[in-house]
Every structure is written in C-alpha cells, then in structure tokens.
C-alpha cells in the first residue's frame, strides 16, 4: 500500500507541476508540498520494502549474490540526499501548518 500511496503522489506532483504552467491560480507552494510529500513516501516506502526483504532473507540478506543488500544501500540515498527526511518535514511545517523555521 505504501508503494502505490507513493506512487500516487509522484502523479499527483506532476500533474500539479504540469498544470502549474497553464494554471496561475496553482501555485509554487502548493506545487512544492506535493512533490516533497511525494519524494518524503517514496523514499520511506522504499526503505520499509528494501529492509523487509532483507529481514526475510536472513542472513543471506546481506550477501552480495542476492542483490538485496545493494537494494538496501541504495534505497539509503533519497532518504539523505539532495534533501533529506528533516527537511521536507521543515518545508511542510512551514508552508502547510504555518509553523515558524526550526532551524
């Protein structure tokens, strides 16, 4: 379900980012949010999926033949880079819930 729920709102990001060029009334915020909730699920959808797979392989998880643990190193990236975690949570909190910047 995460996967899809990702999936969804990569859609849902683009169709926005597209409209958003014919569209004055869509705006860079709300074009922003989405494609960082987006970016936010896809990442932590990744995770949860690549770590299960190794979890379900044992210790042959972390064998190079088996390609899961190459899985798991690289589904690490969008959760650190370019924007990691932390920070689109500070973009949501400030552009959604008008809290003031944390850092």
Do not use: W
Request: proline residues 3%; positive net charge; glycine residues 4%.
């Amino acid at each position: 379900m995460n996967l899809e729920a990702a999936k969804l709102a990569t859609y849902h990001a683009t169709k926005l980012y597209d409209a958003s060029k014919t569209d004055k009334s869509i705006t860079q915020k709300t074009v922003g949010v989405a494609c960082n909730s987006a970016k936010y699920l896809a990442a932590e959808a990744a995770f949860t999926a690549c770590e299960r797979a190794v979890l379900a392989h044992g210790g042959m998880g972390y064998a190079q033949e088996y390609h899961v643990e190459r899985y798991l190193r690289e589904c690490f990236v969008p959760r650190i880079a370019p924007v990691s975690r932390e920070m689109i949570m500070n973009y949501v909190s400030e552009k959604v819930l008008d809290l003031p910047r944390s850092y």
